[in-house]
Each structure stands twice: as structure tokens, then as C-alpha cells.
């Protein structure tokens, strides 16, 4: 089969929300664009397709998805796994109906334009991009189900993805959760979800994370939050104590009262899963694991006993890496990264947006910067600060495109609070700058 060459302006790498953010933008706001899309997947969606089938986004629907399409019922509404898939598909669906968007799937992008079918090699695309390619594959979302355990294991021990929680079809005498994040919390409330009984369900969480409230992440409410955490960091000499202060104000919580958290990776919880959380005693803190055996889990720092019949799931994965900032805008690239603290999809619409707008890539890697992932506690100030300055940039440069997008925080508040709340950022946004490098001396000399 000869090769195909196709000719368009965004050659896009993956179709996944970022990916799909960005191409929604572009078709909606440059009626002449073309667009190619690439995806390993069969369908757009990425990581979502692959997710277990009780997750659901731990923030609300409303500022999560395509600018263009509302996502949800509104409120405090959470999409589901499959919601997600479904939104995405209607969307590429309707991108292909336009005539200017072709979407590979099944295919791999292998660098330098050339695109090969995952299911017959000798279909090859090639490919000339001659605005951009946008390359959204650079934030490495890793889940469970596609990546294999780090531990060793030993042969007769059944350890499994959260996927396969859903597919149990006999009870277990104790149910092994090993992480610490965002999947470890919904497996287990899954299981105790599933009337388990809490003294079954042993939890391996080899490190404690600050949790955000979920109740202070509400449409109407979320910009008063952030202007609450970043005057927490303005307020404060070291990052402890800008969280115990978030912590009196209700933002954010910790599952052990008695221990200081080290990491903050923005995972969202409401205070009934909390209350529930906390019903499973049976935590062991002791690192990660290192090998499972039929007797004995050999962790970081100690052996623990197990029994035979343990069912062993598999939470492990880092689902959002921190990757090393990479220029957002270069010679005929865009690399989609976070601008804003934790929002993944706003930032690439943003971007997009940005892509449209005559400036220089100078000028546009001014406005905004890439605000990596955090994973530490100490990262909550410098993603803050920087989401801060992104946001008072940005609304120098597109202030009625942000109020408008559905996706942007401040998009939702009320038309006084939204005023106030960019007031007062660009108020502290100075104070929680130096109060940051304060911050970050401190921890760098002790
Ligand atoms: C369980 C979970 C829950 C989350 N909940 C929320 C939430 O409530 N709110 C929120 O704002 N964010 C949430 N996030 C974060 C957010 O959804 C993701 O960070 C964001 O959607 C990631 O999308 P992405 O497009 O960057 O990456 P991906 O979904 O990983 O998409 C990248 C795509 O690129 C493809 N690809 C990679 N390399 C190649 C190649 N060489 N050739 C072809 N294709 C390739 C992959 O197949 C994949 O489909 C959540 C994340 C997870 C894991």
C-alpha cells in the first residue's frame, strides 16, 4: 500500500483532552484551520478510555472539558468514565463532520510527520503541518491499566488493576490497596461502596497528601478559593503553615490528623468520602513496596504478613507525572502543558486561543508559563504563584475571552465576585511571590 501525504495547518499528537480542548478552539474560532489528529486509541478521550469503570472526575463537569460544549448538569455534577468517552466521541464526531478535521486512530505518531497504523504497518501516513504540530502527548498520563506495577511479585499472588474490581465475582478474605493517591481512594470507596466490610481492606499509602474540599471547588465559589489559597500563601513563612492555615479554613484536609502531609497533588474529595476513607483503620505507612510474596509484603521501610487469599489492587501508577517545563510555543510547535494549577483542559482551549491571536511566540510565552504539575507540598506555592500571574497577564491580554470560557474558574462566579476576587490577585500577588522565595530559601537551608 503506497504511502498517503496528507497537507493541513495542525498536525495534533494525541486525542486526548488537552488534544481535543485545543482542536475545539480552533475550529470554532479559525473557520479556514485543517486539522490532523493522531491517537494510539481507537477512540478520542486518551487516558479515559483506559480508566476503571467507577471513576469519575473528582471536580466539577462544569470547567472541565470542551470550551465549546458543556459538559454534565451543572453544579457540583461529576462526569463518569463513561460520560467522558461518550462527550468525546460526539465531539470528534461532529470536528469530522466540519470537512477540516481527520482523525488517525489506531495509529502512532513516529516522529517527523509520519504516522503508522498500530494495525497494519504497511499503512503509513505522512504528514505537513504548516502552522503547528501541537504535540499533546507531553504530559504523560500513566493509569493503572496500562502500566505495570514497579514492585515484584511473586508467581500465585493475584494482583490486579482497579478495572478489575469491577469484574470480582467472589468475595476475598482481605482486599490489598497499594497507593496513595486519587485511584487508591476511589478503590477503596468502591469496595466499602460494595458493603466490604472496612476490617477486610488493608491500605498501602507509602506517603500522606494534603486533600482539596470538594465543597470549595463549587462552580459559583472555586475563584474565592484560589484567591483564599493564594492570600495563605501570602500570609505565611513556610508551606506547612500556609496548609494549616488552608486547613482552618476548610480547604483543604488530611486523612491522619497526626500526620504532617509531605505531598499536595490537587486530588479533590468531598468530606462524606473523608468520614468514609477513615473507616478503613488497617494503614500502612511504611513506603513503597518492593516485592509481594505469598507470605510477606517487603515495603521501604519493613515486612508486613499477608494472607493467602488477598486480592492485591494495584493502584501504584503516577497518573500526572511532573514533567520538565518545555516552551509552550517554539518554531512551528506548541507543546499543550497546564497554565493554570491543575487545569489540564482550560489551559490547552487557552492555548489555542493564544495560537490565534497576532503576537509573537516571544510575546505569547510571556503572557503565560507552564505551570507543572505539583506533586510536593512546596509546589503548592510556586503552581499558585505562577497560576496567579498567568491569570492577571492573560486578563490584560484576553480578559472577555476568559470570562466567557466555561472552563476558566472565574467563569462562573458572580459578576461582583469576579471582579473582587481578580482585585484582590493582583492585590497579593506580590506579597505570595515573595513570601514563595521565602519559602523556598527556608526549605533549601534546612
Ligand atoms: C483518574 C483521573 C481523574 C482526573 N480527574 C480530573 C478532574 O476531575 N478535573 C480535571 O481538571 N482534571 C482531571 N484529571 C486530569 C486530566 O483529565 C488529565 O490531566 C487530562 O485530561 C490529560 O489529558 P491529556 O490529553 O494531557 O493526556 P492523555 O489523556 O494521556 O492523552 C494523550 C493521548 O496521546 C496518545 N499518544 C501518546 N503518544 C502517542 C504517539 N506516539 N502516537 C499516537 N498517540 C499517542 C495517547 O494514546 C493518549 O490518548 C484526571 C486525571 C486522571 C488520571
Same mark, same amino acid.
Given at each position: 500500500?503506497?504511502?498517503?501525504?496528507?497537507?493541513?495547518?495542525?498536525?495534533?499528537?494525541?486525542?486526548?483532552?488537552?488534544?481535543?480542548?485545543?482542536?475545539?478552539?480552533?475550529?470554532?474560532?479559525?473557520?479556514?484551520?485543517?486539522?490532523?489528529?493522531?491517537?494510539?486509541?481507537?477512540?478520542?478521550?486518551?487516558?479515559?478510555?483506559?480508566?476503571? /469503570?467507577?471513576?469519575?472526575?473528582?471536580?466539577?463537569?462544569?470547567?472541565?472539558?470542551?470550551?465549546?460544549?458543556?459538559?454534565?448538569?451543572?453544579?457540583? $455534577?461529576?462526569?463518569?468514565?463513561?460520560?467522558?468517552?461518550?462527550?468525546?466521541? %460526539?465531539?470528534?464526531?461532529?470536528?469530522?463532520?466540519?470537512?477540516?478535521?481527520?482523525?488517525?486512530?489506531?495509529?502512532?505518531?513516529?516522529?517527523?510527520?509520519?504516522?503508522?497504523?498500530?494495525?497494519?504497518?504497511?499503512?503509513?501516513?505522512?504528514?505537513?503541518?504548516?502552522?503547528?504540530?501541537?504535540?499533546?502527548?507531553?504530559?504523560?498520563?500513566?493509569?493503572?491499566?496500562?502500566?505495570?506495577? +514497579?514492585?515484584?511479585?511473586?508467581?500465585?499472588?493475584?494482583?490486579?488493576? /482497579?478495572?478489575?474490581?469491577?469484574?470480582?465475582?467472589?468475595?476475598?478474605?482481605?482486599?490489598?490497596?497499594?497507593?496513595?493517591? +486519587?485511584?487508591?481512594?476511589?478503590?477503596?470507596?468502591?469496595?466499602?461502596?460494595?458493603?466490604?466490610?472496612?476490617?477486610?481492606?488493608?491500605?498501602?499509602?507509602?506517603?500522606?497528601?494534603?486533600?482539596?474540599?470538594?465543597?470549595?471547588?463549587? /462552580?459559583?465559589?472555586?475563584?474565592?478559593?484560589?484567591?483564599?489559597?493564594?492570600?495563605?500563601?501570602?500570609?505565611?513563612?513556610?508551606?506547612?503553615?500556609?496548609?494549616?492555615?488552608?486547613?482552618?479554613?476548610?480547604?483543604?484536609?488530611?486523612?491522619?490528623? %497526626?500526620?504532617?502531609?509531605?505531598?499536595?497533588?490537587?486530588?479533590?474529595?468531598?468530606?462524606?468520602?473523608?468520614?468514609?476513607?477513615?473507616?478503613?483503620?488497617?494503614?500502612?505507612?511504611?513506603?513503597?513496596?518492593?516485592?509481594?510474596?505469598?507470605?510477606?509484603?517487603?515495603?521501604?521501610?519493613?515486612?508486613?504478613?499477608?494472607?493467602?487469599?488477598?486480592?492485591?489492587?494495584?493502584?501504584?501508577?503516577?497518573?500526572?507525572? %511532573?514533567? $520538565?517545563?518545555?516552551?509552550?510555543?517554539?518554531?512551528?510547535?506548541?507543546?499543550? %502543558?497546564?497554565?493554570?494549577?491543575?487545569?489540564?483542559?482550560?489551559?490547552?482551549?487557552?492555548?489555542?486561543?493564544?495560537?490565534?491571536?497576532?503576537?509573537?511566540?516571544?510575546?505569547?510565552? +510571556?503572557?503565560?508559563?507552564?505551570?507543572?504539575?505539583?506533586?510536593?507540598?512546596?509546589?503548592?506555592?510556586?503552581?499558585?504563584?505562577?497560576?496567579?500571574?498567568?491569570?492577571?497577564?492573560?486578563?490584560?491580554?484576553?480578559?472577555?475571552?476568559?470570562?466567557?470560557?466555561?472552563?476558566?474558574?472565574?467563569?462562573?462566579?458572580?459578576?461582583?465576585?469576579?471582579?473582587?476576587?481578580?482585585?484582590?490577585?493582583?492585590?497579593?500577588?506580590?506579597?505570595?511571590?515573595?513570601?514563595?522565595?521565602?519559602?523556598?530559601?527556608?526549605?533549601?537551608?534546612?
Amino acid at each position: 500500500m503506497p504511502t498517503h501525504h496528507v497537507e493541513t495547518d495542525y498536525l495534533i499528537l494525541g486525542a486526548g483532552a488537552m488534544s481535543m480542548g485545543f482542536a475545539d478552539v480552533i475550529l470554532t474560532e479559525d473557520p479556514t484551520a485543517r486539522i490532523v489528529m493522531v491517537d494510539r486509541h481507537a477512540n478520542p478521550g486518551g487516558h479515559w478510555n483506559d480508566a476503571y /469503570p467507577f471513576v469519575r472526575l473528582h471536580q466539577p463537569a462544569a470547567f472541565y472539558g470542551l470550551n465549546s460544549t458543556p459538559l454534565g448538569h451543572g453544579g457540583e $455534577d461529576l462526569s463518569g468514565g463513561a460520560d467522558l468517552v461518550a462527550y468525546y466521541r %460526539q465531539a470528534m464526531d461532529r470536528f469530522i463532520r466540519t470537512g477540516r478535521l481527520q482523525f488517525l486512530p489506531m495509529s502512532e505518531y513516529e516522529g517527523d510527520g509520519r504516522i503508522v497504523s498500530t494495525v497494519d504497518p504497511d499503512r503509513v501516513t505522512t504528514v505537513t503541518a504548516h502552522r503547528r504540530i501541537v504535540d499533546g502527548t507531553y504530559m504523560q498520563v500513566r493509569v493503572p491499566s496500562v502500566c505495570a506495577p +514497579k514492585y515484584t511479585i511473586d508467581p500465585g499472588v493475584t494482583v490486579i488493576p /482497579p478495572n478489575g474490581l469491577a469484574q470480582v465475582r467472589r468475595p476475598w478474605e482481605r482486599y490489598v490497596i497499594i497507593g496513595a493517591g +486519587k485511584t487508591a481512594i476511589d478503590a477503596i470507596l468502591f469496595l466499602l461502596g460494595n458493603q466490604v466490610n472496612p476490617d477486610r481492606i488493608q491500605w498501602i499509602a507509602p506517603n500522606e497528601a494534603w486533600l482539596l474540599d470538594r465543597a470549595h471547588m463549587q /462552580p459559583s465559589i472555586v475563584l474565592d478559593s484560589v484567591v483564599s489559597m493564594v492570600e495563605s500563601i501570602a500570609d505565611s513563612t513556610t508551606i506547612d503553615e500556609a496548609f494549616l492555615e488552608l486547613e482552618q479554613k476548610g480547604i483543604v484536609f488530611r486523612l491522619d490528623d %497526626q500526620t504532617l502531609p509531605t505531598k499536595w497533588r490537587c486530588a479533590t474529595v468531598d468530606r462524606g468520602e473523608l468520614a468514609t476513607l477513615r473507616r478503613v483503620e488497617d494503614v500502612v505507612r511504611l513506603g513503597r513496596v518492593q516485592d509481594i510474596g505469598s507470605e510477606e509484603i517487603r515495603l521501604d521501610r519493613g515486612t508486613i504478613p499477608t494472607v493467602t487469599d488477598t486480592l492485591f489492587v494495584d493502584c501504584s501508577a503516577n497518573g500526572l507525572v %511532573q514533567v $520538565d517545563p518545555h516552551p509552550l510555543f517554539s518554531a512551528g510547535r506548541v507543546t499543550l %502543558q497546564s497554565v493554570f494549577m491543575c487545569q489540564q483542559t482550560f489551559s490547552a482551549a487557552l492555548l489555542a486561543h493564544m495560537e490565534l491571536l497576532d503576537l509573537s511566540d516571544e510575546r505569547r510565552n +510571556k503572557i503565560c508559563v507552564p505551570v507543572p504539575h505539583p506533586e510536593l507540598t512546596h509546589d503548592l506555592a510556586s503552581t499558585l504563584v505562577a497560576t496567579t500571574q498567568n491569570m492577571l497577564s492573560c486578563n490584560r491580554h484576553m480578559a472577555l475571552w476568559l470570562r466567557r470560557s466555561r472552563l476558566y474558574l472565574g467563569h462562573h462566579s458572580a459578576p461582583h465576585r469576579y471582579l473582587l476576587g481578580s482585585g484582590k490577585l493582583a492585590v497579593i500577588n506580590r506579597r505570595a511571590r515573595v513570601a514563595m522565595k521565602g519559602m523556598l530559601h527556608k526549605a533549601s537551608a534546612t
